[in-house]
């Protein structure tokens, strides 16, 4: 029988590789929502802020993941969960780029 302390140490480490394994920022959101980013910005008129709120979901998620990471010392694990988030906060902030380019070019 396993102990308590393991439960919740190997449900850590699946979070974690699950996190880590996403290949974009619309697959980390879709397998989080079950929605995609597109659907989202469908039903709203601001997407910029629709994209502020993703990134911002993004490092509250990564945040708490790295935080109960690190209270059991999986330092290794830290390092490729910051790694991802850079990857997916740099996919979100170039789709925040990418929409401010086509406001301007509306106007």
Not at 19 to 44: E, P
Not at 60 to 69: G, Q, V
Request: charged content about 30%; some cysteine; glycine content about 2%.
């Amino acid at each position: 029988m396993e102990s308590d302390y393991f439960t919740p140490l190997n449900d850590l480490k699946t979070a974690a590789f699950v996190f880590c394994n996403h290949k974009s920022i619309r697959d980390w959101f879709w397998y989080l929502t079950g929605l995609t980013i597109a659907d989202v910005m469908s039903d709203t008129e601001d997407i910029l802020s629709e994209l502020e709120a993703v990134r911002h979901h993004l490092h509250r998620d990564s945040d708490s993941l790295i935080e109960a990471l690190q209270e059991y010392e999986l330092f290794e694990e830290c390092l490729k969960v910051q790694a991802q988030t850079k990857k997916l906060y740099r996919e979100c902030f170039a789709m925040q780029m990418q929409q401010e380019q086509l406001q301007k070019g509306d106007k």
